[in-house]
């Protein structure tokens, strides 16, 4: 990943500005997970990469904006299997639904208002395919008092907004928090994170943003065990690949005008948001790919533990199979469903979706428990790698850490560790906190839930069939779901 | 449905035999469900009906044999309807899923023996398309005792077999249990139930016969509140359409070879058990379709009741309908993902089908318990709807039975029948115990995940990211899961 | 219960008003299911009666006010014996609870306004220990429309209340609903069902009425299956014992003084119905022993099926009675915990009782449909009795329900029947719905545990630990529970 | 606690032997939480000393064999109070529910040996008691091949064992692991872990030996975030508290007579395990005093974050409420129905002690997920305390964790760590992993419930309401559960 390198940004870590953060032993890991995204357009072309009409050739899959329902689909597939590959946040799911989600309400602030956003954002999304970048989608705000709004905070900096036009472009001031992989990409995509009012015309903005711009600022999120990585590879569980959250300042960046994509279209911010969460919560069919990691080492410690024969192991390994099952079904549905958009690109169905996205705040959990069950009480009571090392005391450690014949007992250690890794240890910032609030919260897709359920048609079959008065005799002529079937060329 | 009189079918409800079944008023509700399925043919031809390859022309879908993704991903489309036009089972769906898993299993056993079964199958699937026929499965046997097979029962009548062989045909005794919707049907297919050994070649049985075969009789199985069907309409709750169960009994029926699907090779018992429950077990999204029904019922009575804007009515409305989306979210996954078989035909995917009526065997049982407890007490407690039209009792009932402004009494009785009769009533069969056994129980599913789980890459996958010794690079080249997106034209 | 007979009370049962209505088929099991309580104080006199202070003398439990903590727990032995032994509702819990809390209440009320009312009701309970009578508790007030209190609703008497004041005496109008075996009792105790404003002085009564009285009419309830008591008893699954809910109108029913114990403190309204359902949310323990008879009826019939070995089957009963052991154990607590009230009794800790009677809005569901697993398809298939019964068709019936070895076919249609019945039939009523909405829905529990949940002290603990500013270092001296040990003497 | 310095223990942390234990800054927290069991004797001297007959003054519950119903409900108060003080494991519960077993077990070996062993045991706990000591207990052994017993696995050390006997007493060797706070102990109790066979003798061994013992080597078990103890306190969570584990390897520890209370009486193996489970899972409920500081936490952080208000948050806190409050209802339950002993001392009841663990097993995982939810996206992305603290980079980082009016961002932060330190970091090892594996996984809770779930009775009540054959009208004289109330004095 050389084109990480190099571009000076200001990064802190653990307290200390770091020169190249690339270097840093616990950011690395994040790297590597991001660069599997790229490997995996080399050895699998067929999932990772995709023929783009904006460019007329083959660009990443991550960079591409969907023409069809496969595309909605094998980013499904692509997502579950780079789970599998990293068993973390490979960091990049973000950026490919923010280009996608911007296509769309970039087409039709430009019908509402004739302005030419929809093209700059082809041209910017074009520029990607070409070099083949990483795009960032920042939208979540520090937010403040969450009772109030943007415009009615005590510091109106709460949220990223407008603060000086210039030079034939605008400045941002603000903040944006949860950044997931932002170090590891080229460019943000700055978007509201929430519906707006007319008195938050300062705070509609969408706009790229180059990461090297000499105004943002990085912290680096503390993940569990994040200081592991400074001392070895086998405590730490998952040495390769790990998950990456920043906080950024934005200190006045200017951008010009060709970079901006939304600029006080108030009405459109929520529009945006929408379309962005309904890519975005199917998106995470991928901790159905990160779960085969965690389910194949819950079955694997299992059979080193000599026990993988019991039933109620089998039983376990059975219920995480289908707990898995249960947020890939759903979420592939939701891809499955897609519909075209006005502005030409498909759009994954939002009640299937959010259906996915909500499970996903709950059956990692249960998966994650299921796993701990498995592992034993080692998982939280063996000695460190170095102790397993020493010359003293090693030897007697590992002479009791047999178990089943023919298991390896470090083998074992890293199993266990990888299991801690995922459950309680660095990975579960990636596989349960994150599962609990990226893409929103669990409250919010109760809200889309609500609002998409159709209670007034289900209500008529209900009054229909109990024959109560004045029921229609064919209700629901509107009803919308089941989805009708992907339209064919 | 006057093809289903003057059959002289010998059928027993409630003790007595009945001259005329279509007439019996426990009876006929299940009739108007079924017949919902050729209404739907008229009103929606789109959904119901499909151009069949077998004979060129357009035919009801539930008689077509699948030949595209399309074709199985509206079986779950029509199925969620049905659901929702009946709130209950409409019989129809063993019958299709029966002639798909037939289609291909007849093409194995070809394969395999040089038999003739697939071309036989196709003329008998021919028949039933251009006369728009009813076709009722026939595969769960009785059983005995359960920790035996069917030839080492001490009564070798436990399971259907042939007992005979004359005239160019074969004769057939024992029973099917458990048979849906079988009096409104035209024919039945017999199949075998489960796995079988040599020892059982007589079992190994596959045929199709008329449903007013003088040597069949039928018994009508008791339902909750069956006999309200006998009082009027409104203590019913949903007083047009229910379910029907019968046990079928087979005294020694004659069926000519041209008939006869498979005839003794028992090592194909299991192919075509596992290809039906593909099938099946994916069409519970119907209890989707139910559900909607169920929870419109719910949000109807707390709007009745006045308190549809509290903020813990509304999350139960919400969560009621996360669950019933994740049972159509993951069946329709099922039917996007499906594949062709050898045969030419489609099938879903079997984890996913599996995945789908696993969540069937218990969602629709927290829906039913959210739908009581939105209900209110009244939903166990109302009189009579005698007591209700009373001269004397009648008006003081009505009086006490306002609740909020402008909800007529009357209707708000209706609900709560509809909610007694969809949790404990008549088509609490339908929606509950059916959804826990039809298709296979609960352990069933289990084995089905069990087996389809990849165990195996899983480990894989975690010993690579553990960095475990002797691990692959790349490993599970053989992941199947997640399916490729569907083939196009 | 001869008591019950030549009463005269206008009772109206499915449109009729019948004469005699302890000889109604339909009303018998609720009789006898209450007889079960006068049996048990013969055949378990420790476990039934007590010594009472009110009357010097051993009294049933049931009519007696808590004198110590082991007269707490001894009710929660005592309901769940009497579930085991009738598994249905024997409905002589709520004149239990209401004795009790009116106890404390009237004793509470007279404190503040220098009122006779505690002297009253403790004649009115001794001469109900004297006689051994059944108490009815009649809390529930048809409502109307909701979101309006009693004063405020177009008809006022939506709730029950005071139309008159003659002759010494009160007149009561209204209506109580969901009135759970009042038939079977000789006095109904009148109270209001919620918190009461000023404005509700007229509905703040509480008064013990006869239940002959003739201004009061009683319109039975239907219950799932309920005229099966009709047709015989193999099929009602459970045919000796029923619950039974009436609506009872009070058509200006006449009191005398002496026989009311609360007239318009409105502002105590509140605290008899939190005293109330702190021993009436515990009081659901009875649903553990209901919920032993049908954990039996689930073990029995995987016997009878001959699959009890099957590790899936042995897992489902373990789970039934973790599950059933959890009501029984937080029922229990809240026994163990009781405390004496400033009148001297003894009453249950709160919080508790609201968490027993929240999992008894879940628990019991989630244990029928465990039932209904391992019971199998045919407990919503098996032909009726009659035709288990007829000549013609019986025989080939019997021959085919036989399973494991030994097992009578006509035992195991018993068991199936007794899992319909408790689980879709008429005690489905008693144990899912009146454990869903009796003492209270489950929005009121939250409300309550919201309550007494001390968030201010949990806040406390977690500021101490984190190291927040202005943190006591030793919180929460006020924290009350656990509860301590019950006092000695 | 100066009697734990200066002891020249063997013991291995991070791969590095330690001078003085008591001082490494990642055991610090362990020995603080243990003194808390101390400091609550001064504080709370009711709740946390007893009189005892054994040395006739008053001593530390902790030390106490239980007198009475009021001793063992006491330990449970006592248990919830130090969760709520210390927000993890305070380990010292294992050896006061060790003494308590052995207590029984020694008197029961008497009996049928005529040995001495009760008479020893008793003097042992009479020192403990007199001067205030803490007691550890070693029952884990590392169990190699977990297919084969003991004394058939290929390394015979894989459980602790008799290697020699020399000079008036035994040589133990092997290993125990998992071993809670053994380095804050002064004795440890050494029991075996499992039903032992004839063949087993030699490991049918308990004997009291001083952690101080030269022969004992002492390896820290690694536990998530371990080294942020070294960087400071903030991002710690719990700075002051934690949990200890230890691996401890027995290499040849000679130990008197007079100290071994079971030498080969391996019948008594399995008696001594089933009555320190009945004990030590009822001792679980300390994680509802823990469960209290993290619904603390959570409702704090909601607060702070000013989304308190909102529904869905308040439902979150009622949940977890109810939850942890199951918790300590069905410990509590435990308790207060303990019963005597033949020795004479008290013993919960086993049943409802199972319930409880279980559910230890699954709540904690649900509070802590309810937690994450509420604490927001910030427990897993927020900076880490030196990025806060630092000149350059801290000021924008506080001006933008302000949220809701009047909280100090510092203290928000510490509040969020909290969170992660209970639901990911150090603590969740003693709020999660030890609540699933401590005093027995799940598996190991479900095998006594199954035994003790007296299944024979229930099914006769079953049989009997279903009207079967061969029913008794009154069954289950012999049912031992609802317990009777305990006896007095």
Not at 157 to 178: E, N, Q, S, Y
Not at 232 to 260: H, K, L
Not at 416 to 432: D, H, I, W
Not at 438 to 461: C, D, T, Y
């Amino acid at each position: 990943m050389s084109s990480l390198r190099g571009r000076g940004l200001s990064v802190w870590v653990l307290g200390e500005k770091v020169q190249e953060f690339a270097d840093h032993p616990v950011i690395t890991p994040s790297i590597n997970a991001m660069a599997e995204t790229y490997r995996l357009a080399e050895t699998d072309p067929e999932l990772a990469t995709v023929h783009s009409k904006l460019t007329g050739s083959r660009v990443h899959r991550f960079a591409h904006v969907c023409e069809s329902v496969e595309d909605v689909v094998a980013q499904s597939r692509m997502q579950r299997r780079l789970g599998q590959l990293t068993g973390t946040c490979f960091q990049r799911c973000v950026g490919m639904d923010a280009i996608n989600a911007g296509y769309t309400t970039t087409f039709r602030i430009d019908s509402a208002h004739g302005t030419a956003y929809h093209d700059r954002f082809k041209e910017f999304i074009a520029h990607v395919q070409s070099y083949n970048l990483v795009v960032g989608g920042a939208m979540t705000d520090p937010k403040g008092d969450r009772s109030r709004g943007p415009s009615a905070q005590d510091d109106p900096d709460m949220f990223v907004r407008i603060v000086d036009r210039r030079d034939g472009g605008i400045v941002l001031r603000g903040a944006k928090t949860h950044q997931t992989g932002s170090l590891n990409a080229h460019w943000l995509v700055v978007m509201p994170g929430q519906r707006l009012s007319d008195k938050d015309a300062a705070y509609a903005v969408s706009a790229a943003v180059p990461v090297d711009d000499p105004k943002l600022t990085y912290v680096l999120g503390r993940q569990s065990c994040d200081t592991r990585s400074l001392e070895g590879d086998v405590d730490v569980g998952n040495a390769r690949y790990g998950g990456q959250e920043v906080t950024i300042v934005f200190d006045d960046v200017w951008i010009p005008d060709s970079r901006v994509f939304m600029d006080g279209e108030y009405e459109f911010a929520a529009d945006l948001v929408e379309r962005f969460t309904a890519y975005h919560r199917r998106s995470y069919v991928c901790k159905a790919g990160v779960g085969d990691v965690l389910v194949g080492a819950a079955a694997e410690i299992a059979a080193m533990n000599g026990v993988d024969r019991a039933s109620h192991v089998k039983d376990k390994l059975v219920e995480s199979t289908f707990l898995n099952e249960t947020i890939f079904g759903t979420g592939f549905a939701a891809s499955m469903a897609a519909k075209p958009t006005p502005a030409g690109n498909y759009e994954p169905d939002t009640l299937l979706a959010n259906v996915c996205k909500h499970h996903v705040t709950k059956l990692p959990y249960e998966i994650a428990r299921l796993a701990q069950d498995l592992a034993g009480g080692l998982v939280a009571t063996m000695p460190s790698d170095a102790d397993f090392e020493n010359d003293q005391v090693g030897p007697v450690l590992k002479k009791y850490l047999k178990a089943a014949p023919g298991v390896h007992p470090d083998d074992r250690r890293r199993i266990l560790r990888l299991v801690e890794n995922m459950t309680m240890g660095r990975n579960a910032v990636g596989y349960l906190a994150e599962s609990m609030h990226g893409a929103g919260s669990p409250a919010a897709q109760r809200v889309v839930i609500n609002k998409l359920a159709q209670f007034a048609e289900k209500r008529a079959f209900a009054r229909r069939l109990a024959g109560c008065s004045a029921c229609p005799q064919s209700p629901s002529s509107t009803w919308t779901s089941p989805p009708p079937p992907p339209p064919r060329n």
